[in-house]
């Protein structure tokens, strides 16, 4: 048997290499019926009613497979199901909840044994295997089915199978975020000519098709030249920077040299071509980090773009008349920048993930995407869909009731944005006049003109990270000075809170990656990583400082700060940096500086560091994380994460005393700034200054100018009586809703990641 295991072990590991969902688990039952010498092996899924669908089997008839539905809790599959623990006979017949099905034709079989699959608590399939023999299984091999079924039910509950054989009959596919928003549109499909299908060819003439492939690179980089500028009408020079990835590959002379070498070798162009864009692809898709991991799309796009110029074809250009929705197995940037402004309704990428440089573009353009959902069917050019960015579902050929919701859904989303515009220029201060400060999160400078577009009155959170992210390599003290210049000086007279590079964790540069930690939510990341390179953290302070030169509104935030020996260590660098700088003859000033309290550690050291610092800014995501000891980044467990979660309140509530004690300015820029629920527990417990994606800040402040803080404190003080997060949402909304502010919050997503439901009273 502990061959059979290790031999089912590699299967359960090949079934997930495999491309097409129906072919994992038709490859999971012959497996496991050849691996256990069985007459049957089956494989049911649950369906959203309850049904247990026969999804594939090897034994059974073949015409009961995807047509046989085992109502909920009927026979011995629902017996399995119910009572969530195997079920093992030597009969099955003799067995009272035997129920009969003539299609399966399964009389034929005695012995049975089923076990449930089981993902987050709940029964989403049961693997059955049968007998001729009037045999009950042995311990050891149920004990085997057992383990099995554990890894079918976290294989079949994340891959997109459950929405591909049993969602999509309802034309529901499930995939990864993108881009938040509701899109409604008609599918333009794009892939032209996919290059990875060329086959190699002889070449009669490589003289030619070398001055073929001289020219082509000609055409297709003036082809990216102008995309470039279409797309910079829109957008800020570091994301449509996205396009020197492109440029970048094209002028790589061994990319250029692997291509070359194809063609003496004797290949025609498109197989030479072929040959290169994969040989660098595949070292990107096999780097472990997942941002240069991600980069191998990059490779491929400009691949079937070299190839669709060759042929001469190219991106569409015809102007839609209606909206669209962008699909493909990657849809390239090219391909985005082709749709005009305010025709393009979504993007669905069939491969990818959120990491997608397709994603970072729908986010700043505001379109929403969905990445990864895997083949779909029925997929045509025309067919009208549905892009909900917030839940990442794609609805192919909606039925009629359900185009009205997300019509209105869409038509909300309109109609707040336009509420929202006349607010734009008031300011955020609540019915019994309390002002609130409302700053902006930003890390791209595409994000800059949104904040002060929405109102934001400084930048609560300049992320560092992401100039330092796109690129190959660190930026040096020029290069920060020009990016952080930019920030500085489009917020002239506000504040601007910049973040020092807060690395490690979940965020990783891709050219120097913190590797090999068991633990890295506890490891070498933020203040710990850059002190102890403190080469890299002087030259980003001189760089800040440089550029804040003349504009005086810089304020430095150190992430992860757990101890005051590494304020005190900071506060010797900063002190050095100015000496360094007044003594090159900059005319600086020392900047402001403060601390994240994003580490539970921290918040008892308040006290201590009142005299170091001159403000806080509470990292919520962080904050509750460490708390709750919850990664919401993990499919896992996030179900389980929500911020509003009593002991977050009350550590939030022992910063905010601690530091009015103080007098020390304290601000949030954590999820919680823009989650509506959250925002009226903080400013009930006397938080005045939030800092949230611009974006958000609309409706933030909307809610802020409908709501008084004396209600905001009752529903405070009702939330300390709560046990469940659940209770506090309830209490919270409810109060919302009868206050007439459900409009407020229509497709809004929660810390939890549950829509906020708050249907007009
Ligand atoms: C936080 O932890 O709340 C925070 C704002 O920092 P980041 O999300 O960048 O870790
Ligand atoms: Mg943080």
């Known amino acids: ?92 017949e003799s067995h009272p909840a035997f129920y009969y099905i003539a299609e399966t034709e399964e009389e034929r079989f005695h012995g049975f044994c089923g076990v449930p699959l089981v993902h987050t608590g709940k029964v989403i399939g049961v693997l ?143 197989g030479a071509l072929r040959q290169a864009i994969q040989h660098f692809a ?17 490779i491929h796009h400009i691949g079937n773009k070299l190839y669709n110029a060759w042929r001469g074809i190219r991106a569409e250009t015809v102007p839609p008349d209606r909206p669209v929705i962008l699909v493909g197995a990657q849809v390239s940037v090219s391909e985005i920048a082709a749709v005009p402004a305010g025709m393009l309704a979504g993007i669905v990428c069939l491969e990818g993930s959120s990491l997608s440089h397709t994603a970072v573009l729908a986010n700043a353009l505001g379109i929403p995407a969905i990445m990864g959902t895997g083949s779909i069917r029925n997929l045509a050019n025309d067919c009208l869909m549905i892009v909900d960015g917030n839940s990442a579902q794609v609805m192919l050929n909606p039925g009629a009731a359900l185009l009205t919701e997300y019509r209105k859904l869409e038509d909300d989303q309109r109609f707040l944005m336009q509420q929202l515009e006349q607010i734009r220029e008031l300011p955020a201060v609540t019915t019994d006049g309390a002002d609130i400060t409302l700053y902006t999160n930003t890390g791209l400078l595409a994000d800059i003109s949104p904040g002060l577009r929405n109102g934001a009155q400084g930048v609560g959170l300049y992320r560092t990270e992401i100039p330092f992210m796109i690129r190959n390599s660190f930026p040096s003290e020029e290069e920060q000075v020009a990016v952080y210049s930019q920030v500085l000086s489009a917020y002239h007279g506000k504040p601007v809170h ?67 020996g590494e304020l005190d260590d900071f506060r010797e660098l900063l002190g050095d940096a100015v000496g360094q700088l007044l003594a090159e003859g900059y005319a600086v000033r020392r900047p402001a500086l403060g601390v994240m309290i994003e580490v539970p550690a921290a918040i008892s050291q308040i006290p201590f560091w009142a005299n170091k610092i001159d403000f806080i800014s509470i990292g919520s995501n962080d904050l509750s994380q460490y708390l709750l000891a919850l990664d919401r980044n993990n499919p896992r467990v996030a179900a389980r994460y929500d911020h509003v979660h009593p002991a977050v309140l009350l550590e939030i509530g022992r910063i905010l005393q601690l530091a009015a004690e103080h ?3 304290v601000s949030l820029c954590g999820e919680m700034a823009s989650d509506p629920v959250a925002v009226v527990l903080l400013l009930g417990l006397g938080l005045r200054t939030l800092s949230m994606s611009a974006t958000k800040i609309p409706r933030i402040k909307w809610l802020i100018r409908s709501l008084s803080i004396k209600t905001a404190e009752r529903l405070s003080q009702d939330a300390r009586a709560c046990r469940y997060p659940a209770d506090i949402r309830a209490r919270v909304e409810a109060a919302l809703a009868a206050a007439g502010l459900q409009d407020l919050f229509s497709g809004h997503t929660t810390g939890a990641g549950n829509p906020v439901k708050l249907r007009p009273a």
């Open 498 to 564: 910049m973040r020092t590079l807060d690395i490690g964790g979940d965020k990783q540069l891709p050219y120097f990656p913190v590797e090999n930690e068991e633990n890295p939510a506890l490891g070498w990341r933020g203040i710990r990583f850059t002190l102890d390179n403190s080469q890299l953290l002087m030259t980003q302070v001189r760089a800040m400082i440089r550029a804040a030169q003349g504009l005086d509104n810089l304020r430095i935030l150190l992430p992860m700060v757990s101890s005051t």
């Open 1 to 92: 048997m502990t061959d059979v295991i290790h031999q089912l072990a590699r299967i359960v590991q090949t079934v997930a290499l495999a491309e097409q969902p129906i072919d994992q688990v038709n490859l999971v039952v012959e497996s496991i019926s050849t691996g256990m010498a069985v007459d049957v092996c089956s494989l049911y899924l649950a369906n959203s009613r309850g049904e247990m669908l026969l999804l594939a089997s090897r034994g059974l008839a073949a015409n009961a497979v995807r047509s046989v539905k085992i109502p909920p809790g009927k026979g011995l599959v629902g017996l399995v199901a119910t009572s969530r623990h195997p079920v093992n006979l030597a009969d099955a």
């Open 282 to 298: 595949e070292l990107f898709r096999a780097m472990d980090d997942p941002y240069l991991k991600a980069r191998h799309e990059d």
């Open 663 to 665: 007098q020390i300015p």
């Open 128 to 270: 059955v295997v049968q007998g001729r023999d009037v045999r009950q299984f042995s311990e050891e091999e149920q004990g085997f089915l057992v383990t099995l079924a554990a890894h079918l039910a976290l294989l079949l509950a994340n891959s997109p199978l459950a929405s591909d054989e049993l969602g999509q009959q309802e034309g529901r596919i499930t995939g990864i975020r993108g881009a938040p928003g509701i899109g409604i549109g008609y599918c333009r499909l794009c892939d032209h000519g996919e290059l990875y299908a060329v086959a190699n060819a002889p070449c009669p003439d490589a003289t030619g098709a070398l001055r073929d492939w001289h020219d082509l690179l000609v055409v297709v980089r003036r082809e990216i030249e102008q995309e470039q500028q279409t797309i910079a009408g829109e957008l800020a020079d570091s994301v449509a920077g996205i396009f020197s990835a492109y440029t970048m590959l094209l002028a790589d002379p061994a990319f250029l040299g692997h291509v070359e070498k194809g063609i003496i070798a004797g290949n025609w162009l498109p």
